[in-house]
């Protein structure tokens, strides 16, 4: 029996009941709420059911600012979750209880989620902020299809359906999906930072409440995907913000821009004109989904726009670099950088050291612009696309810290100075 939604049969079996149904029928997989006020049968009923493994206690003061959700198996023991339910006699919101997987394991899975694994494997007992793995080449439909909105970040990705193809009659339902809170791992069990042939394994991190929420046929393609979690963790940055939290640092392409606004700075504090004409991360910019020839080549051709076709050559005038070489040839854009930065007495190795990773993203790009390319698989890529950007931003933050010694440039700050930046 229930009254008012709560269990007025103090017996295990219709406590269990009570549980289970409002698990599995709540659409949510939401847990039962026990009030201050409940009978003390039936918390003594409760304890014996936590006592014997078969339920789970959430209380918002302790596990998780909403309890009516359960984001993961309870990380407090028995005895303590079992010291909520002692409390439930004084003041306060109550506690909400849960089916542990012991106690779903024999129970049908709603007619609801057939074809639907995540929405399956939460009916099982999955918490909501439980993740799954998935390879990275997951992503790349949703990138590669217009009608989604792919938004990248250094730690993780947004993706979903746009408004016009949601509004389409015409298009499918079973497309209309998105998922806003997708993160990155990394398995670096074969990787040496000094050995650019080492291998960087990137998988994508998502919630199993989120994916409960596809669509069947987006939840199966995304199970097609799925990885063993060993030796996987969630990036620590993207898992701060999804607990709640401010993020301690930044990852390369954040940086790579931060660094490019700060020379805007310095250069028009200096010169009277700015050095680059964007300083925005333009949207789809950011990690290989696949360790190919052909990506490798479309993200060298972007950062070379971001860099050398993005440098103004009126910036270069107001600084007095070179236009000309001394046959009266032409100079571009780099080397009239570099001419600039030798006229200003610095040694040339450190010029050479500062323009080299400029150069090599300037001539990788030459290379598909002239030449048939085969689409090979090679998973250097990754690790090789993480130490570009280290040295890349590395020679950046450089020439940015040697411009802050003009002086028109004294007491310059930058805008934001993170705790931390992370390579990957």
């Known amino acids: 029996m229930r009254l008012n939604g709560v269990v007025t049969d103090p017996t295990p079996d219709a406590l269990m009941k009570a549980v289970v149904d409002r698990y599995l029928k709540s659409g949510d997989f939401n847990g039962l709420h026990l009030h201050t006020n409940v009978e003390p049968a039936l918390v003594d009923v409760a304890k014996r059911l936590v006592a014997d493994g078969k339920l789970q206690v959430m209380v918002s003061e302790v596990d998780y600012p909403n309890p009516h959700i359960r984001p993961w198996p309870s990380r407090r023991t028995i005895e303590s979750q079992i010291e909520s339910l002692d409390e439930l006699a004084g003041a306060g919101y109550g506690v909400v209880l849960y089916p542990t997987p012991l106690a779903l394991k024999g129970v049908r899975v709603p007619a609801r989620l057939k074809g639907r694994p995540f929405g399956a494997a939460m009916a099982k007992g999955r918490g909501t902020l439980e993740l799954a793995y998935f390879s990275f080449d997951v992503l790349e439909p949703y990138r590669n299809d217009p009608r989604y909105h792919f938004r990248y970040w250094d730690f993780g990705v947004d993706m979903g359906i746009g408004d016009e193809a949601y509004l389409d009659e015409t298009e499918l339902e079973r497309d209309k999906v998105s998922l806003s809170h997708l993160g990155f791992a990394y398995d670096l069990s074969g990787y040496d930072r000094a050995d650019v042939t080492t291998p960087i394994v990137r998988r994508v991190a998502a919630f199993y409440g989120d994916l409960a929420k596809l669509t069947p046929e987006h939840q199966q393609r995304w199970q097609s995907y799925q990885v063993v979690d060993t030796g996987l963790e969630p990036h620590p940055a993207w898992w701060m913000t999804q607990m709640g939290h401010w993020a301690d640092g930044i990852g390369p392409f954040d940086h790579l821009f931060i660094e490019l606004a700060n020379l805007n700075a310095l250069w028009t ?32 051709v972007q950062l070379d726009k971001v860099l050398s076709d993005n440098i103004r050559h009126d910036g270069l005038d107001a600084a007095g670099a070179p236009r000309k070489d001394k046959n009266d040839q032409n100079l571009g854009s780099l080397t009239r950088l570099a001419a600039f930065l030798d006229g200003k007495g610095i040694d040339a190795a450190v010029v050479k050291d500062l323009m080299r990773p400029l150069r090599e993203i300037r001539q990788a790009r030459q290379k598909p612009a002239h030449a048939l390319r085969t689409n090979l698989t090679d998973k250097t890529f990754v690790h090789r696309q993480v130490a570009l950007l280290e040295d890349l931003n590395d020679a950046l933050r450089e020439l940015a810290r040697w411009m802050s ?20």
């Open 405 to 424: 010694t003009h002086p028109k440039n004294r007491g310059w700050k930058a805008d934001f100075e993170p705790d931390t930046y992370y390579r990957m």
């Open 269 to 300: 504090g200096a010169f009277g004109e700015a050095l680059f004409k964007h300083t925005d991360r333009p949207q789809d910019f950011g990690w290989l989904l696949r360790p190919s020839q052909r990506e490798w080549d479309e993200f060298i």
